[in-house]
């Protein structure tokens, strides 16, 4: 159950670590003077952004939160997983005791069908089916019940992380945090607000684009 969790909380931080090391420590921009060595290979001609932030070491800190510690001990974090357990084993029992109630009525139906009349086989087994699919959708709705609860959960999480980091980045002057797990994917849980250039790339690439 815990494994399961974890791994929507890694697909909802998931973000490759690199891109953060690329961004924070190379501010410096290729010398003038650096030509192709392959004449055979050309590269299309960036488009110059002005708007984009000065990304140096100095724009603050990088600091990481051990996910295993995160998860056995941030008490919100222990409360909301017990609470997705409990939920999903009353989800289990109620679906096992419509199962089998199912199993008996079929049972019950296969001790008796040799002495009905074919309208009345045709007629229970028209039931049974009908049971049968009733069972079906219930267990999918209880299925996508458990899974928007679980990415409610992580989205919370999430939240409560980002809006305290924001604090504490202020004080700490961090510009990215990530989640850390040894021997396992690095996921970035805050970034600085200021080093987004999200926009500025976009409308570049968009520009770019337009040019073919």
């Given at each position: 159950m815990n494994q399961r969790?974890?791994?929507?909380?890694?697909?909802?931080?998931?973000?490759?670590?690199?891109?953060?090391?690329?961004?924070?420590?190379?501010?410096?921009?290729?010398?003038?003077?650096?030509?192709?060595?392959?004449?055979?290979?050309t590269a299309e001609a960036p488009l110059i952004i002005d708007s984009l932030p000065n990304i140096v070491s100095g724009n603050g800190a990088i600091a990481y939160i051990d996910y295993e510690q995160l998860t056995t001990k941030y008490q919100f974090y222990k409360d909301g997983v017990a609470n997705l357990e409990s939920d999903y084993k009353k989800k289990q029992q109620d679906?096992?005791?419509?199962?089998?109630?199912?199993?008996?009525?079929?049972?019950?139906?296969?001790?008796?069908?040799?002495?009905?009349?074919?309208?009345?086989?045709?007629?229970?087994?028209?039931?049974?089916?009908?049971?049968?699919?009733?069972?079906?959708?219930?267990?999918?709705?209880?299925?996508?019940?458990?899974?928007?609860?679980q990415q409610?959960?992580?989205k919370n999480l999430l939240t409560k992380l980002d809006e305290y980091l924001k604090v504490l980045s202020k004080e700490k002057n961090y510009a990215y945090v990530f989640t850390y797990t040894k021997g396992g994917?690095?996921?970035?849980?805050?970034?600085?607000?200021?080093?987004?250039?999200?926009?500025?790339?976009?409308?570049?690439l968009n520009a770019q684009y337009k040019k073919k």
């Open positions: 969790i974890s791994l929507i909380l890694n697909g909802v931080l998931a973000i490759a670590v690199i891109v953060l090391y690329v961004l924070h420590f190379k501010g410096q921009k290729a010398s003038p003077d650096v030509e192709a060595t392959d004449s055979t290979q679906l096992m005791k419509r199962q089998e109630t199912l199993e008996q009525n079929a049972a019950n139906y296969q001790q008796v069908a040799g002495g009905l009349t074919p309208d009345v086989r045709e007629k229970r087994e028209r039931m049974l089916m009908e049971e049968d699919q009733k069972l079906r959708e219930y267990a999918d709705k209880l299925d996508k019940e458990w899974s928007d609860k409610t959960f992580a994917p690095a996921n970035i849980v805050y970034a600085k607000d200021s080093l987004n250039i999200s926009t500025q790339v976009i409308n570049g």
